[in-house]
């Protein structure tokens, strides 16, 4: 079946590092991507998508490139925050339309010291 | 607006209770989806509503576990006879309905139970 495989934590950066998360996935057919994102205390949230083979999501900085002769889709930042300290998951959707439950992988724990 | 909401937001049980968790999704969205996020782990598919009716239960671990959507709008997660193993985080999610483009997913923030 479909499944997501992303770096395992925690990760610890300086304030202004280059953050890189990797994400592999398996699936059948043409799935889309997706980062979310877990702030402490807070609900998981849209942090980008990617629905097509060499497209680029991008949001607050944040990047990640659909690769299907990798399979990937590695979560990147050129200087990251105290801020941006969550849980990311990385997750895909066996299909590109309609509703599809989501597939995860198991979160990677981001800290961030000033 | 409002967000999908869920409650309680902590549940404490004793093995063998019967729970049930609600979800509040966002006003319009006929999809909805329950997730399971145990410790340590990312969420896992339970099942998804489109409209009252379960599209999709291939997700619900075994027949202790039942969800239900009567008016299309509320859902209820039933939890029959807990187990320890029940214990985790139960998201709730709902979605727009469109057949020709990806539909974002909106979380709430999610009932943590609980079985001792």
């Known amino acids: 079946g479909d499944s997501v495989t992303q770096m395992e934590g925690p990760v610890t950066l300086s304030e202004e590092a280059f953050l890189t998360i990797n994400c592999t996935y398996t699936?059948?057919?043409?799935?889309?991507l997706f980062w979310y994102v877990q702030y402490p205390g807070e609900g998981l949230q849209l942090l980008l998508k990617?629905?097509?083979?060499?497209d680029k999501g991008s949001n607050k900085g944040f990047e990640a490139t659909y690769r299907k002769e990798t399979t990937s889709f590695h979560l990147e930042k050129g200087s990251v925050q105290v801020s941006d300290s969550a849980v990311y998951f990385c997750?895909?959707?066996?299909?590109?339309?309609?509703?599809?439950?989501?597939?995860f992988g198991k979160g990677t724990r981001l800290s961030v010291i000033a | 607006g409002a967000g999908v909401s869920q409650t309680p937001s902590n549940k404490v049980t004793e093995k063998g209770k019967y729970v049930e968790l609600r979800c509040d999704p966002i006003?319009?969205?006929?999809?909805l989806y329950w997730y399971r996020q145990s410790l340590g782990q990312g969420p896992e598919f339970l099942i998804y509503?489109?409209?009252?009716?379960?599209?999709?239960d291939s997700g619900l671990p075994n027949d202790r576990f039942f969800a239900v959507r009567p008016e299309g709008s509320v859902s209820t997660l039933k939890i029959q006879r807990t187990e320890r193993g029940d214990s985790a985080v139960y998201l709730c999610?709902?979605?727009?309905?469109?057949?020709?483009?990806?539909?974002?997913?909106?979380f709430g923030p999610g009932t943590r139970l609980t079985v001792l």
């Open positions: 999610a709902s979605s727009r309905a469109s057949a020709h483009s990806y539909n974002e997913q909106f």
């Open positions: 699936a059948t057919g043409y799935p889309s």
């Open positions: 990617a629905t097509k083979a060499d």
């Open positions: 997750a895909l959707s066996p299909r590109n339309s309609g509703n599809t439950p989501l597939v």
């Open positions: 006003s319009g969205h006929t999809a």
């Open positions: 509503f489109q409209g009252t009716g379960a599209a999709d």
